[in-house]
């Protein structure tokens, strides 16, 4: 069909407003490619927290400078692919979409393009202009931030014009031939194939595509090279190479009249529900990978240690002399990515250094989900670091301080986006996943940072390798030659039955077969759980965080041999129950007859002369209290009031709150199993203050992200609201449980 021909089928016809809303719904179906980027952009940069905190670190004066220009340079890289691929999907006739050719929308496929090319700087302004307002920023010096927005808007503008613009500019510096530009879009040849293209469009796509593949051989061979550019830099380039590459694809499925999306959509959905194509296997041994079988001869299927906890507790106790004659603590810690890692680690850490090293040796056990699991299994590994002469105190506010910020978001956005997308459709497994590249970046955070420490010259190499590489190893080697590490409970969640799944390193609870009755709706990993897994494995089994972290399949240890091994998927704890606390009630339960008598008279935990405390440590401002004296100073805000939520969101928004609700109760049960027989008559009754402490975040002067990076300035806000804050005033709750607990332990009664 040529030109006159097309001119000729479509006649203007007047009112004809249907026809306008039909060739505007065509065009958009033509270019949904960047229409989607566009959106989907547009959602996370206003309804997604933690898309926010990206742009919250972006404008901070202690981003890098590496990132303020990949994210300044690779949202003009997705501008411009927008903008190109929507202009070329309107220069083809497309059979399926006729109306692309239609002269009454020549101002359409004009001016479009542009605009959406320029929407994309736009909306990285609107999000750091957004992160702008925050208190953080407020309290932080430097010329970046108030000119990252306007920085934005000038390179939407520069970009736009640019599109206006670069026909004349083409026409005078290179040849027609290379060019074949009109004056106008609208004077452009229509084509139907590809080759008909002019070269230097051509070259574009070209160009962009050898890119993305080079970008999958970095992240697959080099994994984390690309991540210096940040994480915000990181998504808007896989933006740019799906927009490409993706409507390549697509244009060419149109010619053909092929429906390649809907293809490829059945295609991963069969490859998931076959399980051909899942490379998400946890690892059972440090050298295994995501998307390989474990060989069985690596696979130690017992427990990391032998005997039960009713056991280990008793010879704990003897070992350390403490018991009836000094504190024992139990800590649990919530779920909340960075934040409560970081909030977890600093509080434990803080409790060592104070207490002059005594804390660690009466804390007994912690029970930890999501983020706080990874906090305690940090404290642990600095704790076997103390154990075996590597880890001084000296060290200890330092390596924290390192382990914190480490970038964990930017591989695993790296890997998320390109390996393990194209991972999807392919038929096999066959390559590293996002959730092992996570699991790396643990090892690699904890190994540099156990190398800085201010001690490191004095240690021998040959007690300094295995303390560094303690996430790299297998999580049996914390308890290797001691008894004097914490025990560490860190819950997951299992997608079959919904229930719990409790990692923990003890063979038994109470005995052999006595362990039947121990778990309410939990499963224990006792013969799941190899003791040869590497500790970064079982950590990240507790804080798959959603979608950023995929759900892992984890192969029945104990049943390797027979070659009918089932396999079950883990997710994130906090799924089930994200307090931790659930757990410590059960172990609890299970340890009154070790502590025994001083325990199990007529107000249990409670007792004065009961050495058993708990310890809680929770990240979210919005948790109600546990102590008397423990209430954020803005907590009235955080009161739910009664509201019509209709019939299609009710549904949805009571599963998300039940969720919640089951910590709140588990919170609630732990206490009272120290309320030496009372009821708490209210969530500010001090009958628990002598046995429950409770380390807390508030709202402070500045925003503590979720994900899975950490500014030295949230470590800044964690240290004011843990110690910065004076012990005397009614906000410094934290400073004074923290000197309640060091007086008890350097004092000489304990």
């Known amino acids: 069909m040529d030109a006159q021909s097309t001119q000729q089928q479509y006649v203007q016809k007047p009112g004809e407003r249907g026809v306008r809303v039909g060739l505007f719904v065509d065009h958009a179906k033509a270019i949904r490619i960047p229409l989607l980027i566009i959106l989907f952009g547009v959602v996370m940069t206003f309804w997604v927290d933690q898309i926010w905190e990206l742009f919250l670190l972006l404008v901070l004066p202690s981003s890098a400078t590496v990132v303020r220009v990949g994210a300044l340079g690779m949202s003009a890289c997705l501008g411009f692919a927008v903008w190109h691929t929507a202009r070329t999907v309107y220069r083809f006739n497309i059979p399926t979409i006729p109306t692309l050719a239609d002269p009454r929308a020549e101002w359409l496929r004009e001016w479009l393009p542009r605009v959406l090319g320029a929407v994309i700087p736009l909306l990285m302004a609107a999000g750091t202009a957004s992160a702008l307002r925050d208190p953080s920023v407020h309290s932080s010096d430097g010329w970046w931030g108030p000119a990252a927005p306007i920085l934005f808007v000038i390179e939407a503008a520069l970009l736009f014009a640019f599109f206006i613009v670069r026909r004349t500019v083409a026409r005078r510096v290179l040849s027609n031939k290379v060019t074949a530009l009109a004056d106008k879009p609208s004077g452009d040849p229509r084509v139907t194939r590809w080759r008909q293209l002019p070269r230097s469009v ?14 999958l051989v970095l992240a697959a061979e080099l994994p984390g090279t690309m991540a210096t550019i940040g994480p915000l830099g990181i998504v808007l380039m896989c933006a740019t190479f799906l927009t490409i590459t993706g409507t390549y694809l697509t244009i060419r499925a149109a010619c053909w009249q092929f429906p390649l999306l809907t293809t490829l959509f059945i295609v991963t959905i069969v490859l998931q529900y076959l399980g051909w194509n899942d490379n998400h296997r946890i ?88 983020g706080g699991s990874l906090g305690l299994a940090w404290f642990a590994a600095i704790v076997k670091g103390e154990r ?38 392919w038929v096999r497994p066959a390559f590293v996943d996002r959730g092992e590249r996570l699991e790396t970046r643990f090892e690699l955070g904890w190994n540099a940072a156990c190398r800085k420490r201010l001690s490191a010259g004095g240690s021998p190499a040959t007690a300094e390798q295995p303390v560094c590489s303690e996430f790299a190893r297998p999580w049996k080697e914390l308890w290797a030659n001691t008894q004097r590490v914490p025990l ?168 998300l709150n039940t969720r919640e609700s089951r910590g709140e109760a588990s ?17 500010n009754d001090p009958v628990t203050d002598n046995s429950v402490f409770h380390f807390r975040l508030c709202n402070g002067a500045y925003h503590l992200p979720l994900g899975w990076t950490l500014s030295a300035g949230s470590m800044g806000e ?33």
């Not at 409790?502 to 077969?513: D, E, K, N, S």
């Not at 959603?546 to 396999?567: C, E, F, I, N």
């Not at 843990?722 to 009664?749: C, K, Y």
């Open 202 to 215: 051509r070259w574009v796509y070209a160009a962009i595509i050898v890119a993305n593949i080079l970008a």
């Open 388 to 425: 075996d002469g590597v880890i001084q105190l000296k060290d200890i506010d330092t390596l924290v301080s390192d382990v914190s910020t480490t970038d964990y978001l930017g591989p695993t956005l790296e890997t998320m986006f390109l390996t393990d997308f194209l991972q999807r459709f």
């Open 488 to 655: 560490l409970f860190l819950n997951s969640t299992e997608v079959q039955s919904g229930h719990a799944f409790i990692q923990q390193p003890l063979a038994y609870i109470r005995g052999r077969g006595q362990d039947f009755d121990i778990a309410n709706a939990a499963s224990w990993s006792t013969g799941l759980m190899p003791a040869s897994a590497p500790l970064s494995a079982v950590v990240h089994n507790s804080a798959r965080f959603t979608y950023v972290s995929p759900a892992g399949s984890l192969m029945d240890a104990a049943t390797l041999r027979s070659g009918k091994s089932p396999t079950r998927q883990l997710v994130d704890g906090g799924y089930f129950e994200n307090s931790g606390t659930a757990t410590i009630a059960e172990l609890l339960a299970v340890l009154r007859q070790v502590y025994a008598p001083a325990c199990s008279g007529q107000f249990g935990y409670g007792s004065p002369d009961c050495p058993v405390k708990l310890i809680h440590i929770s990240n979210d401002p919005g948790l109600e209290s546990l102590r008397s004296d423990d209430a954020c100073p803005d907590a009235l805000r955080y009161a739910s009031p009664y509201s019509h939520y209709g019939e299609i969101r009710a549904p949805l928004l009571s599963l």
């Open 718 to 750: 964690m240290s004011r609201q843990l110690e910065g804050t004076p012990a005397s005033t009614p906000a410094g709750f934290n400073h004074r449980q923290l000197d309640t607990i060091v007086g008890r332990l350097v004092s000489p009664h304990g």
């Open 283 to 370: 690892r059972l041994y440090p050298t295994m990978h995501s998307y390989s079988s474990p060989e069985i001869k690596l696979v130690e299927r017992g427990a990391p240690i032998a005997g039960s906890l009713v056991d280990y507790a008793k010879a704990w106790n003897a070992g350390q002399g403490v018991g009836s004659e000094g504190p024992v603590y139990l800590v649990s810690s919530e779920g909340g990515g960075i934040r409560a890692a970081v909030w977890t680690l600093w509080v434990l850490s803080r409790l060592e250094v104070r207490s002059n090293g005594e804390f660690s040796k009466h804390m007994l056990l912690g029970s930890g989900v999501s």
């Open 667 to 683: 919170r609630t049960a732990v206490r009272r199993m120290f309320a030496r027989g009372k009821l708490p008559t209210s969530p």
